[in-house]
Nanobody, 121 residues
Framework: QVQLVESGGGLVQPGGSLRLSCIVSGSGFRVNDLGWYRQVPGKQRELVAVISRTDNTNLAPSVAGRFTVSRDNAKNMVYLQMTNSKPEDTAVYYC???????????????WGQGTQVTVSS
């Protein structure tokens, strides 16, 4: 069984910083890609940032230069450092993991429950 748990969401002022964390718990698998998506009511969930096991990163143009994604493979954790936050960054942020179970040839995608980030003065 895999569980993803996010933490670090909350209220931040425009221009401020916030750090999101996510831990992937369970056993019998290897964690490949990790990342963050976000969603606002009435809109589709969108990619924010993804990081491979070898630390290759891909960030959405809207956050590139402001957000940084990193991971700790030993702890199965992924982080999103948000800086110079904007009101349009307000959303529920979801942690994402691409899991390769031992003994099978395919991967499965898993999601956290989401954490609210609100950028407002």
């Amino acid at each position: 069984q895999v569980q993803l748990v996010e933490s670090g969401g909350g209220l931040v002022q425009p221009g401020g910083s916030l750090r999101l964390s996510c831990i992937v718990s369970g056993s019998g698998f290897r964690v490949n890609d990790l990342g963050w998506y976000r969603q606002v009511p009435g809109k589709q969930r969108e990619l924010v940032a993804v990081i491979s096991r070898t630390d290759n990163t891909n960030l959405a143009p809207s956050v590139a230069g402001r957000f940084t994604v990193s991971r700790d493979n030993a702890k199965n954790m992924v982080y999103l450092q948000m800086t110079n936050s904007k009101p349009e960054d307000t959303a529920v942020y979801y942690c994402y993991a691409k899991i390769h179970w031992n003994g099978v040839s395919y991967e499965n995608n898993y999601w956290g429950q989401g954490t609210q980030v609100t950028v407002s003065s």
